[in-house]
């Protein structure tokens, strides 16, 4: 396992490397990650784990600051899956390059998180647009709990013509239900078990808007959840995840998608 802090060490490692797999992370490392991770070292290559808490996708600075970070456990973990490289960026290191590539933002950045959570769309998409300007990945492997995330970060890809494909990996829960998030780590016991909660609540709200879709009411919806213990609902929408409108009728795939807060701690999924 190599350790880079400096992209120029890093790139004269991984120079003539043709098929790299690359995992962003941004530490506080979970069963979602080590789920993605196992994906990449499933690809023919080598697998690259960023580490990098990025300031620039945070709409709060105090959200930031409170984001859980354990590098040193990350660090045991990534040596104990036998990763090739780990890059572990300044923020210095990261920012202060030119890069070839002008970011694109999809119109469905507007949407969704995109609605309360101003620049974060924009700071994820600088961010990997940089991660993929050093690396030149062959694959990135991004978690579809943030598939808002995971499709703009494909659009642009496809948009600027980059030449990495992007890996969609399925979500990872937790025995009660809950998708693991780093997140989660600011949760206590009684906010764990409310977000169980919530999670059973749209799992079984999902069935039942299958049988007759013109039920969503996303006002007693909310009602509910707040009822559960939920302090405040960012959003909860049905999006067909293909064509990422409403769905119209009861036959079409749909995933409830919602941001909701237990306190201060913000949590996104899609069931
Ligand atoms: O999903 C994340 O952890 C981050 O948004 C990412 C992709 C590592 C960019 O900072």
Redo the contacts with the bound molecule.
Sequence with gaps: MKIFKSKHKLQKEILHIKNISFV???GGLHKGHVSLIRKSQSFKGKTLV?I???PK?FNEKKDFLNYPRNLKKDLILLKHLNIDYIYIPTFKDIFSFKVKNKIYLDSFSKKLCGKTRKGHFK??LN??NR?LDLIKPKYIF??VK?LQ?SYL?SKHILKRKINTRVINCKTIREKNGVACS?RNKNLNKHQFKIASKVIKYLKNKKRLIKKKLSNFDSINTKKDLINLGVTKIDYIELINSKTLRKPRNKRENFRIFIAFYLNKIRLIDNI
């Design positions: 962003p992370t941004m960023s990098f808490v990025n996708q700071g994820v961010i990997v991660f991004l978690g943030d995330q970060i780093t």
